[in-house]
């Protein structure tokens, strides 16, 4: 099965700007991967933020978007809010699979 | 409301088996694949399986294939999981999550342990 890669952790100012990514072991992303986007809070179910690549929920907060950046998929938090501080997972479809990336933590500092 | 409520996580010996439930509610479960995610301790989501919405195909992580059964029952909105010749490895807190609507129930911790 494909390896799914994100950075491990990031750091962001609050009210700055923080790109995550998530890269593929077999291959550039692309929306055929359908990508998802995770946050999980500490003791916490996962909650959805993103799928398909950039489309949000209902309960996605404005200052999140997805997109695909350099063959791989990004999720963008353009104004980090406390509360943003989390472990951000993605999830790409491949035949047969999916596969989660191993997560980032993300620290609001 | 939408939940997705698991049941059926416990203690059990290495090469022993249980049967996870995930009762649904909310939302039109039969128009949607359900997974099944797990997270040991202090780590990442890992995918272990996933069904089709009227549930003609299945699918599963090399690490559970050929242990573990996902199965659901569209008349009763409920979707389960065997889990056979289990191991060490496997603890973990289960987590079923129709993942395209975007719901998540709350996890059934599964320990695996002499």
């Known amino acids: 099965q494909a390896v799914v890669t994100q950075e491990p952790s990031l750091t962001v100012s609050p009210g700055g700007t923080v790109t995550l990514t998530c890269g593929s072991s077999?291959?550039?992303?692309?929306?055929?991967?359908?990508p998802f986007w995770f946050q999980q809070k500490p003791g916490q179910a996962p909650s959805t933020l993103i799928f398909?690549?950039?489309n949000k929920f209902s309960w996605t907060p404005a200052r999140f978007s997805g997109s695909l950046l350099g063959g791989k998929a990004a999720l963008t938090l353009s104004g980090a809010q406390p509360e943003d501080e989390a472990d951000y997972y993605c999830l790409l479809s491949y035949s047969g699979a999916v596969v989660f990336g191993g997560g980032t933590q993300l620290t609001v500092l | 409301e939408v939940q997705l409520v698991e049941s059926g996580g416990d203690l059990v010996q290495p090469g022993g088996s249980l049967r996870l439930s995930c009762a649904a509610s909310g939302f039109t479960f039969s128009s949607y694949w359900m997974y099944w995610v797990r997270q040991a301790p202090g780590k990442g989501l890992v995918w272990v399986s996933r069904i089709k919405s009227d549930g003609s195909v299945t699918e599963y992580a090399d690490s559970v294939r050929g242990r573990f059964t996902i199965s659901r029952d569209n008349a009763k909105n409920t979707l389960h999981l065997q889990m056979n010749s289990l191991r060490v490895e496997d603890t973990a807190v289960y987590y079923c999550a129709s993942v395209r609507p975007g719901h998540w129930g709350q996890g059934t911790l599964v320990t695996v342990s002499s």
């Open positions: 077999i291959g550039a992303v692309t929306s055929g991967h359908h």
């Open positions: 398909d690549t950039n």
